[in-house]
C-alpha cells in the first residue's frame, strides 16, 4: 500500500502563533514531526499557507507545498496537497495519513498502527482512540470522547461525557465505564478524502466543532485503533517548555 503521510502548518494559532516554527532542542517543532513521520511512510510532506514554513522545511531537506489560505480545516489542506503531488509526480496513492504539526513525539508505531486498520475492507477512514483514566478529563470539553459498536466503528464523538452513566456518582465514572479519548489523527482512502471536503458543514459538526461528525452523518466508516502510547502535543509556549525536558 503505497502512503502519503500529509503535515498541515499554519502559522496563525490562537494560544501560540508561529508553533510550527518554535526551535525544540536544536531543530523547530515540524523538522521533529516530520522526520519521526518518514520513519513508517512512502512520502511525508508538510502542506502550508506560509513562506516562513514553507522556507525552514526546505530548508531542512523536507517536502513542502504551498496550498490556499482559505482552508477551513487541516482536512481540507491535505487534500489540496494530495492533488498538487499526485498531479505533479503523476503518482496516485494508496493511503493519505493527516499528522498535526504540532506533535513533536508522534509515535511512528501510532502511524504503523492506523495503517493496519485498513486490513478491514469496510474501512474507509481510521483513526486511534486512548482509555481515559481520570474523572476529569471525562468531563474535559478540551478532550473529544468517542464510543464506538462492536467492530470499533466510531458511532459518535462529543466534547460530552459519552455515555452518560445513569446509576454512578461523577467521581467513579473512570472506574465503571471504558471512556475513550480520541486522539486526532487520520488516516484516508483517497477517494473518501476528495468525498469529505466538499460535503456541507452538518449541523451535529456545527453543534460539537467537530467536523468527523460530519463524515458520520454522510455515512463513512471510521475504523477506530486503541493505543497506550503517550500522546504528547504543543498548544501553548508552556507545553513546548516542558517538552524541552522530554529531550535532555
Known sequence: MKTLGIIPARYASTRFPGKPLAILGSKPVIQWVYERSFQVLDKVCVATDDERIFTIVEDFGGLVVMTSSEHRSGTDRCAEALEILESRDGVKYELVVNIQGDEPFIEPSLIKKLIDLFSDPRTQIATLASNISKTEDIFDPNKTKVVTDINDFAMFFS????????DAERIEWHTK???LKHIGIYAFLPDVLRRIIVLPQSQL???ESLEQLRWLQNGCRIKVGYTEVEHIGIDTP???????????
Open 159 to 166: 466534547r460530552s461525557p459519552i455515555p452518560y452513566l445513569r
Open 238 to 248: 508552556e507545553d513546548l517548555h516542558k517538552a524541552q525536558s522530554l529531550i535532555r
Open 177 to 179: 465505564y471504558r471512556f
Open 205 to 207: 459538526e456545527t453543534a
